[in-house]
């Protein structure tokens, strides 16, 4: 349970997590790669990917992205975030998203701990795990 000590933090983190799905169902690249910190991490039962720079976020995340989540995929909702630990400038976060289809019907439902930071006075996703696709 987070203690409550570091709640800009715990804000800073979560409001970051709302703006990359904003950003992601907005197509929105520039934003959306502007909220993942580098190196980037994202663990998935498929195995461990690392980004090292924009250049290879650029050339694969959106397109990896599209892939996994299928050509029904419009958006993806938020549910819900719940902080599980925090400091001044890490903060994990475990989150639930569903897919959902251009009606707004779900896709799947996936719950994932992302690992935000504050780097350069902005929060961003250093790392995430699910089990999603």
Not at 72 to 79: K, N
């Amino acid at each position: 349970m987070a203690s409550g000590h570091w709640a800009d933090s715990e804000r800073g983190a979560v409001g970051a997590i709302a703006d990359f799905m904003a950003a992601l169902n907005a197509r929105d690249e520039g934003r959306l790669l502007d909220l993942l910190h580098l190196p980037h991490v994202r663990i998935s039962g498929a195995g461990v990917a690392i980004w090292g720079s924009r250049g290879e976020l650029e050339a694969t995340y959106l397109r990896d992205f599209y892939d996994r989540a299928g050509p029904d995929w419009h958006h993806t909702v938020l549910d819900s975030a719940e902080v599980l630990h925090s400091a001044e400038r890490k903060v994990h976060v475990l989150i639930q998203f569903t897919r959902c289809d251009e009606s707004g019907e779900a896709i799947a439902t996936y719950r994932s701990l992302w690992i935000m930071t504050l780097e350069d006075g902005r929060w961003g996703a250093q790392a995430r795990s699910s089990f999603a696709p």
